[in-house]
């Protein structure tokens, strides 16, 4: 895999590896990253997983134009994007909590890979936005996942204009968790990500299963599902060895994590 990077572990990293390219996202990345997802959040082992990239300039400048460009039939045109969207859903649906940690361009598809991840923490120095319209494209896939961030109105104003926005104004209209100095980026996701694994991975899994489920219902439907899961939680043996670990005052020994 060249174009991207793996550590496994518990708490497991994905690395976009074409910095040369501001880790523009072409077909085979794109497959090699549906795949390792898919491969990860099966892995029992681990709990967490990190995306980032390498290089300093760029997360990712979103689509590789140069493959795009060769693209000159409705089929081959639909299969690109479709992947894409196939790579935002597979992120979304993957049973552990994902982080994203973005720096410097990120545009366009690299955007919507940014808001897909379930947790996101962003560099000051970031440039984000949609310019896909400057190039005669439109945001169709990524437009989804952003507009659950930002809201409709801030999405179509992006995708519209092809404006480039600070990672500033991007973090006040609610589209990062944390936004801290590029030095830091790195550390501050594992921070997080460390934060998570100390957690039950079972408890976790079942807690964006039931966040996931609840978007876009309203209040009495969310309560009505959640009063569900909070029962088969409760009755889990990661709960019991969790209530069991906090009167005995130590450290929880998670069944799921064994």
Known sequence: MNNIEVESGAISRIWLNRPAVRNALNGQTIQELIGTFERLGQDPTVHVIILSARGEKAFCAGADLNEVATLR?????????????????????????VIGAAFGYT???????????????????????????????????????????????????????????????????????????????QDKAWEVADAINQGSPFIAQMGKEAWRHIQGMDTSQAMDYLKNMVSLVALSEDSREGILAFQEKRSPRWPSAQ
């Open 73 to 97: 039939d409705v089929e081959s045109v639909r299969t690109y994007f479709s992947l894409m969207a196939q790579l935002i859903e597979t992120i979304r649906s993957v049973k552990v909590p």
């Open 107 to 185: 545009l366009a598809g690299g955007m919507g890979l940014a808001a897909a991840c379930d947790i996101l923490i962003a560099a000051d120095n970031g440039s984000f936005g949609l310019p896909e319209v400057k190039i005669g494209l439109f945001p169709m896939v990524v437009m989804a996942p952003i507009t659950q961030l930002i809201g409709p109105r801030r999405t179509l104003e992006l995708a519209l204009t092809g404006r480039i926005i600070s990672a500033q104004e991007l973090h006040q209209w609610g589209f990062f968790n944390q936004l801290v100095p590029f030095s830091l980026l």
